[in-house]
């Protein structure tokens, strides 16, 4: 794939949203998407997310539902009435909970008349330790029940891919350019090792955000980290 910009998705972990655009703007020409999680999003809320959308920018809203199939199934709808492009689900929390997410949300994006967002299953955080063959049948769960993909670590990615063919994304945290630190992922694996390994977006937060350098040199190390050879200007 040559545009590699296409698969780095920037996690803004900050607690404001004066931060948070700053880091979107900063490093908005090397990012497909911003990924919106649980802190900035509970601080900030949905205005902040229009905001992204309306700057032209990607959202992947990571706020890993999980509870009974009615409730995630609202949330979803509500994700997809916000016009974000993908969001999770708790794979853990079953094929029913899954399956009322897939419904409502193309029910929703129906009624408004988009693109349905692409939905994930969490299946094992990367910041815990877990077997390939947990991660596999959550993944085959999730793909049963209609979902576009999963959100796993580096290391399980090339079994799933292997496993559930082409089209089933793959969004891998975790990710640690040989000259970051490690921090509380366990399972990390370098830019390049996750493609290798079969992702189709790798999710990269702290290593951007806390960088010694500029925000955005870092994110364009890590574009030059994924093919030193294409990216290199
Ligand atoms: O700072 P770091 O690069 O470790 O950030 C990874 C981001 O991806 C965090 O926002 C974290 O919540 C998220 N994430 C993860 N593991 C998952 C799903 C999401 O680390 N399985």
Same mark, same amino acid.
């Given at each position: +794939?040559?545009?590699?910009?296409?698969?780095?998705?920037?996690?803004?972990?900050?607690?404001?949203?004066?931060?948070?655009?700053?880091?979107? $703007?900063?490093? *908005?020409?090397?990012?497909?998407?911003?990924?919106?999680?649980?802190?900035?999003?509970?601080?900030?809320?949905?205005?902040? %997310?229009?905001?992204?959308? #309306?700057?032209?920018?990607?959202v992947f809203?990571?706020? #890993?539902? $999980?509870?009974?199939?009615?409730?995630?199934?609202?949330?979803?709808?509500?994700?997809?009435?916000?016009?974000?492009?993908?969001?999770?689900? $708790?794979?853990?929390?079953?094929?029913?909970? +899954?399956?009322?997410?897939?419904?409502?949300?193309?029910?929703?994006?129906?009624?408004?008349?988009?693109?349905?967002? #692409?939905?994930?299953?969490?299946?094992?955080?990367?910041? +815990?330790s877990s077997?390939?063959?947990?991660?596999?049948?959550?993944?085959?769960?999730?793909?049963?029940?209609?979902?576009?993909?999963?959100?796993?670590?580096?290391? &399980? *990615?090339?079994?799933?891919?292997?496993?559930?063919?082409?089209?089933?994304?793959? %969004?891998?945290?975790?990710?640690?350019?040989?000259?970051?630190?490690?921090?509380?992922?366990?399972?990390?694996?370098?830019?390049?090792?996750?493609?290798? /390994?079969?992702?189709?977006?790798?999710?990269?937060?702290?290593?951007?955000?806390?960088?010694?350098?500029?925000?955005?040199? *870092?994110?364009? +190390?890590i574009l030059?980290?994924? /093919?030193?050879? &294409?990216?290199?200007?």
């Amino acid at each position: +794939m040559s545009d590699k910009r296409s698969r780095l998705i920037i996690a803004l972990d900050l607690p404001t949203r004066e931060e948070a655009l700053d880091l979107a $703007h900063r490093t *908005a020409d090397y990012a497909s998407h911003f990924k919106v999680g649980s802190r900035l999003f509970t601080a900030e809320g949905p205005e902040l %997310v229009r905001e992204l959308k #309306k700057s032209g920018y990607g959202v992947f809203l990571d706020l #890993k539902f $999980h509870d009974i199939p009615n409730t995630v199934a609202e949330a979803a709808a509500a994700a997809t009435s916000l016009g974000v492009d993908m969001f999770d689900v $708790h794979a853990s929390g079953g094929t029913a909970m +899954m399956r009322a997410a897939v419904t409502a949300t193309r029910k929703e994006a129906d009624r408004i008349g988009i693109d349905p967002p #692409k939905i994930l299953a969490i299946t094992v955080l990367t910041s +815990m330790s877990s077997t390939v063959d947990e991660v596999l049948a959550l993944a085959e769960r999730a793909k049963g029940a209609g979902l576009d993909g999963i959100v796993s670590s580096a290391w &399980e *990615a090339r079994a799933v891919r292997d496993r559930l063919g082409p089209d089933f994304l793959i %969004v891998t945290p975790g990710i640690r350019p040989s000259w970051a630190a490690k921090q509380d992922q366990r399972r990390v694996a370098t830019p390049l090792q996750a493609f290798e /390994n079969g992702a189709d977006y790798i999710v990269i937060g702290r290593p951007i955000r806390d960088s010694s350098k500029r925000p955005s040199e *870092a994110a364009r +190390m890590i574009l030059e980290d994924m /093919n030193p050879v &294409e990216v290199r200007e």
